[in-house]
């Protein structure tokens, strides 16, 4: 390198960029992927053409770039923050292999067999996961005591490039390690351990299941300038906690096993033995050679799961769907699919919007012509639910909810606010996505004619921005 006459450096012709590489699909089809010798303290790298594996200290890409490994001596991997194969191992079928998987798993922990054969897959998709463009994510529940954090410990070590998030002292390294090192994301006391900076962990859950959209934030050089900065968050996640996400859709992209509903069993060592780690090691490098053999026969557009289910659920279950090649572990997967789209229908099904959403279908039913008057969806809405909800339910308050919740549109005529016929389309819609039905508008019309109510206070909506009432 020679220095320009403004101070830069400028490259001598000839000369190479060393880059320091964890893993990479090159432009050539190559696969390179960083393996650690723990024994030796060192690091190389494994080279795949396709057909053979090669190790190599560097790797050439073009007539000016040379790919190399990251050191031995990087903390994150010295410490075992970061797991990495050793060397590529063969391991037979893939069905031989989740035996393996398995195996493992059961001498340690303790799950449903579902879930195990569940878990042994998701290892498996980790190791692939960079071919798909959404992910599931995956979570053991429960109290203190159920065996939670060594499910992670115990999983987290055959998963691809595991980040064992207990080793960070905050959140805010994450967002680095994410984005350099890429992997799975192992998360013990999702809701407590970082609780000071939830904002941020539920950022990298949000944004983390779907490739290209990565988390911005503001970063100092110099202590005075901030400066906006992009990281890549997408990856697979295994996470343990004791309760459960206030948001829905967060939610609904985790494959969910609850902890500590049956005694343990009794074989289960009380501590990991020394032994774990080096069986975790000889499968991480099986499972290395199984990236190497089946990336590029994965497909990145796998089919729907189950129709059954709504397109959401489809669209995160599938990818893990793609990696299993057993019908019964793939109907387990189904069954999970189908208790989840469940679970949020009635979660959907039990909030304000669906309440309100049966009064208007109970009101259509009345009356198959005409728009549905903002106040008539107000005194029936107070006479069938109105005992649930300790506030005063306004026709301006359920107005905010008809437009901002689920965005249907008002119509004012000669003082009154009302949903157009056209909006019917958008309502069957609602009432598919909600669970709403004929019967229960039915229900709700034969309770409320049962039910005697004060008068109530229908005032009308004015301006159709207006604000809920508070309660």
């Known amino acids: 390198m020679e220095e320009t006459s403004n101070g830069e450096q400028s490259k001598q012709p000839g000369s190479t960029d060393s880059i320091p590489i964890l893993s990479s699909v090159l432009r050539d089809g190559r696969m390179v992927e960083l393996l650690y010798k723990p024994a030796e303290g060192s690091t190389q790298l494994a080279v795949w053409d396709g057909q053979q594996c090669q190790l190599a200290t560097s790797v050439r890409t073009g007539s000016d770039e040379e790919l190399v490994p990251y050191s031995a001596k990087n903390s994150l991997i010295r410490n075992n923050i970061v797991l990495f194969p050793s060397e590529p191992t063969e391991f037979g079928s893939t069905e031989d292999l989740i035996k393996e998987l398995r195996d493992y798993l059961h001498r340690y922990v303790d799950v449903s067999d579902s879930f195990e054969r569940l878990a042994a897959y998701y290892a498996l998709l980790t190791w692939v996961y960079d071919r798909f463009n959404e992910l599931p994510y995956l979570r053991l529940r429960g109290d203190y005591g159920t065996g939670k954090t060594r499910f992670l410990l115990t999983l987290g070590s055959i998963c691809y490039k595991p980040i064992f998030a207990s080793g960070a002292s905050s959140v805010s390294p994450l967002f680095h390690m994410l984005d350099r090192f890429g992997g799975t994301l192992i998360v013990d006391e999702a809701d407590f351990r970082f609780s000071d900076e939830k904002a941020d962990l539920t950022k990298i859950l949000n944004n983390g299941n779907v490739r290209g959209f990565p988390v911005l934030r503001s970063e100092s050089k110099d202590g005075r300038e901030f400066n ?244």
């Open 228 to 471: 906006p900065r992009a990281f890549q968050v997408f990856g697979p996640k295994i996470i343990a906690m004791r309760k459960h996400f206030d948001d829905p859709a967060l939610e609904s992209r985790f494959i969910t096993e609850t902890s500590g509903e049956r005694a343990m069993r009794k074989d289960i060592p009380i501590n990991l033995p020394p032994q774990q780690r080096e069986e975790a090691r000889e499968l991480r490098n099986k499972l290395l050679m199984f990236r190497f053999r089946n990336f590029k026969l994965v497909s990145p557009t796998p089919a729907p799961l189950d129709a059954t289910v709504e397109p959401r659920i489809n669209q995160i279950y599938s990818p893990l769907s793609a990696v299993i090649d057993d019908e019964e572990a793939r109907e387990e997967l189904r069954a999970s699919a189908r208790r989840n789209s469940a679970r949020l229908k009635a979660e959907r099904g039990a909030s304000v919007d669906a309440h309100v959403l049966t009064v208007i279908r109970c009101l259509i039913e009345r009356s198959e012509k005409g728009g549905i008057r903002i106040k008539d969806i107000s005194d029936l809405f107070v006479r069938g639910y109105g005992n649930d909800y300790g506030r005063l339910v306004t026709s301006r308050w359920i107005g905010h909810v008809v437009r901002r919740k689920l965005n249907l549109i008002t119509q004012k005529s000669h003082g009154i606010y009302a949903i157009p016929q056209s909006e019917r389309p958008k309502l069957e819609a609602l009432f598919e996505r909600f669970g709403v039905t004929r019967e229960d508008g039915e229900a709700l019309d034969v309770r409320s004619s049962e039910l005697s109510t004060e008068p109530v206070d229908s005032e009308d909506l004015g301006d159709i921005g207006a604000a809920p009432v508070a309660g």
